[in-house]
């Protein structure tokens, strides 16, 4: 509603700056929907967006935890890491005891556990949270690696399968822990006071440490909710695909960090939205799902990805100026 | 009494080490690729079998990080200084990694290349089995358990490694000879289990009917096997590495084959060359092991574990 030529008029209908801004992010998911329609038969169809929904839950519960981080100006590089070495133990820990629940905690506790040991690294030790879990990354590999000695882990128990692959009413249960989950995160980041301490360490650590935000402690919190998130996905993770390797979901950090930046989350943190991330998420899922529809030749698929972030980003920097 | 059995113990040992012309005791360096894929698990473990068979000293070499080409080159500069007597070498990249195999060589170093063959360069022996073949023999299979028609689908690996070209080239040359069989689909899932599913999901979307499947690797094999299972549709699924995961499937008969590639007897034989080269022995210039498609009438002995494996002896193998 809001444009450039009633920017000097008194606005009437105008949005504030924030939800135009989630409206245009919406407009450019719509544009690639209904262009994937007009492409392909399969696109618009119950099965395959509910598809395209469980997709994209995975990568957006790891990419909100990101959200958070990327708020307070900082990254979470070893999230893919984390997510592999919390599969394999909470794998361990269902084979060898048959609990899923214990796996369950396993998996959970590993992640946040991660997750706290970055946060202390970043706040205690002083160390950039580029370079700090940068070398989580190397480390949880190493151990993952040699704990898993090249070896798989297969077959889980039906009941904790359902966790990834079950359905309730219909819509697979990873939506619901989505839904959940960003609204646990817009919640926290818009409506309570920690949520606001967040964007202001992010806006200017400073001026947040003057203003009396314990920076140290919201710092250690974001970092160990991105890790407990990590955790959370390498269960569904599990539960989707029955088994697991060392190096499972590795391959997910740098989709989770393009999805909070496609959202619109500014890297120099202050700036950004849990909600914006899952557009993010949708939208690189959208990508992926359109690519295997329309039969585009592997060769090109990296390249298209590519296009897409760049694109996206750059779509998103513009339409903030005409907002603002 | 105890101390004569003893020295008489010790006697006889002298007496058996002096009385053969062989050495023993050579240390081998083994480089393979990463730490992450069973098959090159059972590389090394096929290594240390035949080492300890041999008593010579097996030491790995693995990119921490993996499939990195610098890392594998920086550990080749370090094995130069440390000199090994032999190298069982896989390079992580058939072309990338030639100047190290010239630098290895140049050291005086025999040199017996597995796996994937290098580009160029002096090597005492290559050992491989072929990956087109691979693709060819566990394509054929599938193609003939379809009865010789219906849609297929293939998963590929890393688009431009050497193994996924030559596999999928296998794929391919096994549907030209099934003109009924309709290939609907070829996209690519990196190797990768969660991508093959996610992959396979969206595949399922725009092909009401999948018949078969034709997988570069185990792991995606998998992938889609749980992809097929999650939206309760039935498709024959081949996969290629032969691992313990996939006789399991086989097994349970969720998977119906897989190509196997046999790391443990490459390991083994790459290793007893180096060590019979090393000891003045006569060993073939060249190895390329046979496909053998794992099935549910010939998985047995493959569920037993490799490091509870015997290596074939090389004077059976290379004939």
Partial sequence: ?324 | MKHLATGMAAILALAGSFGTARADGETIAVFTKNQTNPYFQAVRVGTETAGKALKAKIIQYVPTKPDSIPEQLSQVEDVIVKKPDAVVFIPVDYKALVPAVAKIDGAKIPIVNITDRIASGNVVAYVGADDYNIGLETGRYLLKAMGGKGNVIILEGVKGSLTNIDRVRGFTDALKEFPNVKLVAQQPANYQRLQALQVMENLMQSHSQIDGVLAANDPMAVGAIEALDGANRKAMVVGINGSKEAVDLIKSGKLLASGDFNGFIQGCLGTEIAVRHLRKEKTPKEIILKPVVIQKSNYQPYETPVEQRQCPKLADVAK
């Fill in chain 1, 1 to 324: 509603m809001s444009t450039a030529e009633t920017a000097a008029a008194p606005r009437r209908f105008a949005l504030p700056p924030e939800l135009a801004q989630m409206a245009y992010r919406l407009l450019a998911a719509a544009i690639v929907c209904v262009a994937l329609s007009f492409l392909s038969d399969a696109f618009f169809t119950a099965n395959n967006l509910l598809n395209i929904l469980r997709q994209t839950a995975l990568l957006f519960l790891l990419a909100s935890g990101l959200t958070l981080v990327i708020l307070t100006a900082g990254l979470d590089l070893s999230v893919g890491a984390n997510v592999a070495l919390s599969a394999c133990l909470a794998a361990t820990v269902i084979k060898s005891t048959g609990y899923a629940s214990l796996g369950f905690v396993v998996g959970l506790g590993c992640g946040a556990l991660i997750g706290f040991i970055n946060g202390i690294l970043v706040t205690a030790l002083r160390i950039p949270s580029f370079i700090a879990t940068y070398g989580m990354l190397w480390i949880l590999s190493g151990i993952t690696y040699y704990y898993m000695a090249g070896e798989t882990i297969h077959g889980f128990p039906p009941a904790f399968r359902q966790l990834g692959s079950g359905y309730l009413f219909g819509i697979p249960m990873p939506v619901y822990i989505m839904v959940l989950f960003l609204l646990l995160g817009s919640w926290f980041a818009q409506r309570t006071v920690w949520g606001q301490q967040v964007y202001a360490i992010g806006a200017n650590p400073v001026a947040a440490r003057l203003s009396g935000v314990p920076v140290e402690r919201r710092l250690v919190l974001v970092y160990t909710f991105s890790g407990a998130m990590a955790g959370l996905a390498s269960l569904i993770i599990l539960a989707r695909i029955n088994s697991a390797q060392g190096d499972i979901g590795e391959e997910l950090t740098l989709p989770a960090i393009a999805a909070v930046l496609i959202g619109g989350t500014s890297l120099f943190g202050g700036f950004g939205s849990v909600a914006g991330t899952l557009i993010g998420a949708l939208i690189l899922t959208l990508v992926l799902n359109g690519m295997n529809l329309l039969q585009v030749n592997a060769s090109w698929q990296p390249l298209v990805t590519g296009v897409i972030v760049i694109l996206a980003v750059w779509i998103d920097s513009r339409t903030r100026k005409l907002t603002e």
